[in-house]
């Protein structure tokens, strides 16, 4: 970036009484992460890359059963309800639930699960592991904010601009703070898979470990102080729609708005061919309707200068739907066709609801602060430091 719009990047956070006296607001130190939540495991090897590990079966009042040494290995198995500790080939132990903790100040475990055979990931911290259906459940107990750096990785990838990871730093802790009872009866706080936020394992990458110590302990609050929903997807084609119109409730901090940033980014425009009749078929059957000669020529010359929310006049027939069942990559599209073929061709990528990604990084990149591209995407907000305790 030039020196002239780093010269004009003023970081802004206001700091509301509200979040000073609001005892409400604080953020957990350490948060339990599931992590391989999308695979079965049934064996698993574990090698620390940096400290040294204790492993206790159960609770850590009980004498650690084993330690593992930097560039040490063990093997977990599971084996019915219980998990089978293995260090070179020999079974050192049989027990319920596997506790392992660094012992040093900087600990890294690397973990590759052996069946089924998946790409390995490093993690930083702790982890628990017990056996649920038959499967290891492994879940990473982590510092917050390394949580945070390793959401920013795995949601927008590296080479972007400092304020971006800024801004995403700063949605994937409200995201946290906000959610973090979301898988409580499975006694964890969150998954690793995009149901709650991707997180496939630690950052070593400094520019995202930077952003994360730059707005560190910063959330985005709504008007009643309470953190907000901080959606958001990967480019929205030109206009970000309102909540209630994807979802049941209209909040009024996911507003839509007018963004020109994105449009020549990769998301931007897209083209998707499927026959006539599948659409007409489906529109048909699903609606349980008959559609007229006009009816039809309305639905194959349907064409979205700015967003609308349904392909018929009548507004029966949700966009949303013919997104999800024809897998678009957006509900902003506009319908040509071509002999029996009809040609979608749309505009952005992903529910457009929030932050459009590609958005806020092309903003980032024109200098503008993390707080105005924040403001700009999410309404009636205000940015809030809290509880910065935790600090290394
Ligand atoms: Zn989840
Ligand atoms: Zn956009």
Known sequence: MNNFYRFIIIVIISFPLIAKGNTNLSLPSKIDIRIFSGSEINEINLTSLEGRYLIYS????????????????????????KILIIRRD??????????????AFNNIMLLNPIEPDLAFRMYDDDFVITVADGKLKIINIVALEKYIAGVVQSESGFLRHAVYYQVQATIARTYAFKNINRHEAQGHNLCDQVHCQAYY?????????????????????????????????ANCGGETINSEDIWPQALPYLRSVKDTFCLNSPGARWEMKISINDLLR???STYKIK???????????????????????????????????FKLRSTFFSITTENDTIIFRGRG???????????????????????????????NIELVVIDDFFAN
Do not use: W
């Open 58 to 81: 159960d609770n850590e009042t009980n004498e650690p059963l084993l330690s593992v040494r930097k560039f040490a290995s063990i093997k977990l198995r599971a084996k019915d309800s």
């Open 349 to 379: 990528f992903g529910h457009g609801v929030g932050l459009c990604q590609e958005g806020a990084m092309k903003m980032a990149q024109y200098g503008f602060s993390k707080e105005y591209i924040i403001k700009y995407y999410y309404k």
């Open 90 to 103: 020999t079974i050192i132990q049989e027990v319920s639930k596997v506790l392992i903790l660094g012992g």
């Open 201 to 233: 394992g630690r950052t070593g990458y400094n520019p995202i470990i930077e952003a994360v110590n730059d707005s560190r302990g910063t959330i985005i609050i709504d008007n009643n102080s309470q953190p907000v929903n901080t959606v958001y997807h």
């Open 282 to 284: 489906f529109v048909e």
């Open 291 to 325: 559609l007229s000669a006009s009816e039809k020529n309305h639905i194959l010359t349907f064409t979205q200068d700015n967003r609308k929310l349904h392909l018929d006049e009548n507004k029966k027939i949700h966009l949303r739907q013919i997104r999800e069942n």
